[in-house]
């Protein structure tokens, strides 16, 4: 089946750094990558929608300049919390999906997930 | 627009018994309706999906039906195990979306012997 690996699997740095995340397809294209921020105990929340070779979009909210987000290939894109604080540790996941194939949109395959704590 | 809503947990049920995991969606047009499952301190994995009215998905002994009269895609397992015990995600894609998924607040799952 399809295989998305995430990395680092979890991270703890100092407030005031920057961290980058990795999110790989790698068994298929993925024209498009979604990253998510999920709570202890709640559902997964859109951070932004990644198609390669283009600008992300960001969900309402989310700040653009805090999480950048760079699609650069068809099996890579990657998260950067930049000037990371305590209100950023979270659970961070990604998800690649081939697109639509026959009219009928593919499922996302979600990597493993990234915990950050910021200290 | 689009909308989830899966039953609240947590559901504790003893090994052997029945499981039914209650999702009802909003969307318009004819959406794809998928149930993920997640495993502590992991991503959340695809555990069955359907992309239209009446298909039935089914995997690891779980199964779901679109249900486009009722706007309902419940998940069902005739004998849980131990090894089930996870959180449950209902999760749409609508049509035209890019596959962009609009997830229920997901059920938690507690199995024990």
């Known amino acids: 089946g399809a295989v998305v690996s995430q990395h680092p699997s979890w991270v703890i740095c100092k407030s005031g750094t920057s961290v980058k995340i990795e999110c790989r397809s790698l068994?298929?294209?993925?024209?498009?990558m979604f990253w998510y921020r999920q709570f202890p105990k709640q559902s997964l929340m859109l951070m932004a929608t990644?198609?390669?070779?283009?600008?992300?979009?960001?969900e309402q909210g989310v700040e653009k300049d805090k999480f950048l987000i760079n699609h650069a290939s068809l099996t890579l894109s990657t998260l950067t919390v930049t000037s990371a604080h305590p209100e950023d540790s979270s659970f961070y996941i990604c998800?690649?999906?081939?697109?639509?194939?026959?009219?009928?949109?593919?499922?996302?395959?979600f990597g493993d997930g990234t915990r950050l704590s910021i200290l | 627009g689009n909308s989830v809503t899966q039953m609240e947990g947590p559901v504790t049920l003893s090994e052997e018994a029945f499981l039914t995991i209650n999702c009802t969606y909003t969307?318009?047009?004819?959406?794809?309706l998928f149930w993920y499952v997640q495993y502590p301190g992991e991503g959340l994995q695809l555990l069955l999906k359907?992309?239209?009215?009446?298909d039935k998905g089914s995997n690891k002994g779980f199964e779901a039906t679109y249900r486009k009269e009722t706007t309902s895609f419940h998940l069902e397992k005739g004998s849980v195990q131990v090894s089930d015990s996870a959180v449950y995600f209902c999760?749409?894609?609508?049509?035209?979306?890019?596959?962009?998924?609009?997830f229920g607040t997901g059920t938690r799952l507690q199995v024990t012997l």
């Open positions: 998800s690649a999906t081939s697109g639509t194939a026959g009219g009928v949109n593919q499922p996302q395959h």
């Open positions: 068994d298929f294209q993925a024209t498009t």
């Open positions: 990644s198609n390669e070779g283009s600008k992300a979009t960001y």
């Open positions: 969307a318009t047009g004819y959406p794809s």
């Open positions: 359907a992309t239209k009215a009446d």
């Open positions: 999760a749409l894609s609508g049509a035209g979306t890019a596959s962009k998924l609009t």
